[in-house]
């Protein structure tokens, strides 16, 4: 109910466009400079990033003024931005937007099509994104956010459980894994072969990012899900993801309870790993050494498909530019993006300072790279993995969809309370009223 409410305040505030024009976001001022309001995330290494490009930037146009402040967490990031656009103070650029909540805001008209700006084109092709950029075009054939950096989410292994058990490689096909899975259980009867936790039987939306939508990727080559208004699932590679599932449970494979970092403690073999894990690592757990003793790859596949040709859920966040915000600050932003994406040195310095992989296609073939990837291999196989991403869905529901994927499907069979093909059609009913409604 506050969703909508915030949704209709922002839809009633659009239609007056003027306000949005002269409130929010800077404009020219009397002595010719041009503000430009930049919200980052709110994580200090990537605010650390915005706010040395602004100085740098401004050292080489000193009409333009970048303010970098941090969104504001509170109740969260989205609704901060929504309340911001409702009250017309609304920044010029903000970035942390995910596909799924810009499908909000354009839906309510209140961002730019980026591939209207004349700075577009000219950003991709600098900044070498065409494969990467392709999955983001919406519903609409518009491009609404500017991705930044894209994170392929991987599976973490233990080989050394691995290795105990028969295996000098990670499993990577559905029945590769239940054969592992019955001969762990042989050999260590108190262990799991994925150790996901209680985030498993959880309903609320973003989990299924990290299992659902990472098993369903791989097997469906990065089917769109929905588009647009359609549920356009692929319903066989949805059924398999299902079926997996539920005979690596019946199989007692599944840790689905709440447990301490029980990938890291060894009580299991695989989870998904995100790039973010490894610096709490070095702390936590030292004795995790990438080659030694876990691996990552993509996510397993049903029989028959080829492991390497696997796509994945990719975590990935970029910029978006508001309709609201001065003619002149959206061209000041636009301007200023180009210049920050025109330099390679750039994407470095982001991938130094955040560990979170740019958004671009040859992560693995520019020097900068090489030399972080030499001092930190357990990144290279996400930035090899970069262009397999897929990114969330562009549906302003997807967090009733997602909500309706766990609570009719995927909940129900990590608790054994339903059949996968049961389970599969009343989701795609439920969604499918959900799209309608």
């Not at 990537?46 to 706010?51: E, H, N, S, T």
């Not at 146009?61 to 970048?66: L, W």
Request: aromatic share 10%.
């Amino acid at each position: 109910m506050r969703k909508k409410r915030i949704a209709m305040l922002l839809a009633m505030t659009l239609v007056g466009g003027a306000v949005l024009t002269a409130c929010g976001g800077g404009g020219k001022a009397a002595d010719g400079t041009t503000t430009v309001e930049f919200w980052a995330a709110p994580n200090p290494p990537q605010q650390a990033f915005w706010q040395e490009m602004a100085k740098e930037y401004e050292s080489v146009k000193p009409d333009v003024k970048i303010n970098v402040s941090p969104i504001k967490e509170s109740p969260s990031s989205e609704a901060s931005i929504q309340a911001a656009i409702a009250g017309g103070n609304a920044p010029t650029v903000a970035e942390n937007i995910n596909r799924g909540f810009a499908a909000q805001l354009s839906n309510s008209k209140a961002l730019i099509p980026l591939d209207e700006l004349p700075q577009f084109q000219e950003i991709v092709s600098s900044r070498n994104m065409k494969g990467t950029i392709k999955p983001w075009v919406f519903a609409d054939g518009h491009q609404y956010v500017l991705p930044i950096y894209s994170n392929p989410m991987l599976i973490g292994w233990r080989t050394d459980l691995l290795r105990e058990i028969g295996y000098n490689e990670p499993p990577r096909t559905y029945g590769e894994i239940l054969d592992a899975t019955s001969k762990l259980k042989e050999k260590h009867p108190d262990k799991f072969m994925w150790t996901k936790g209680a985030d498993l039987a959880d309903p609320t939306a973003w989990k299924r990012w990290f299992d659902f939508f990472l098993l369903y990727n791989a097997a469906s080559d990065g089917n769109k899900f929905v588009e647009g208004t359609s549920l356009v699932a692929d319903d066989k590679a949805g059924v398999e993801v299902l079926s997996f599932v539920d005979e690596l449970r019946q199989a007692g494979g599944i840790l689905s309870q709440n447990a301490t970092d029980p990938f890291e403690t060894g009580a299991g073999v695989f989870t998904d790993i995100g790039p973010w894990t490894f610096d709490m690592w070095k702390t936590k757990y030292p004795e995790l050494k990438y080659g030694e003793n876990y691996e990552l790859t993509l996510p397993p596949v049903p029989d028959g498909m080829d492991p390497a040709d696997a796509k994945t859920y990719a975590d990935a966040k970029g910029l978006v530019i508001f309709r609201g915000a001065p003619e002149a600050s959206r061209q000041a932003a636009a301007e200023f993006l180009k210049w920050v994406y025109s330099k390679e040195e750039h994407d470095v310095k982001w991938f130094e300072q955040t560990n979170l992989p740019p958004a671009r296609d040859d992560l693995t073939e520019l020097e900068g790279f090489k030399q972080i990837l030499a001092e930190k291999p357990e990144l290279a196989p996400y930035a090899e993995a970069v262009s397999k991403g897929v990114p969330a869905m562009d549906n302003p529901k997807f967090n009733e969809i997602q909500t309706l994927i766990g609570q009719e499907a995927f909940n129900k069979i990590i608790r054994g309370e339903t059949d996968p093909q049961t389970g599969w059609d009343n989701m795609k009913k439920a969604i499918e009223g959900e799209l309608q409604s």
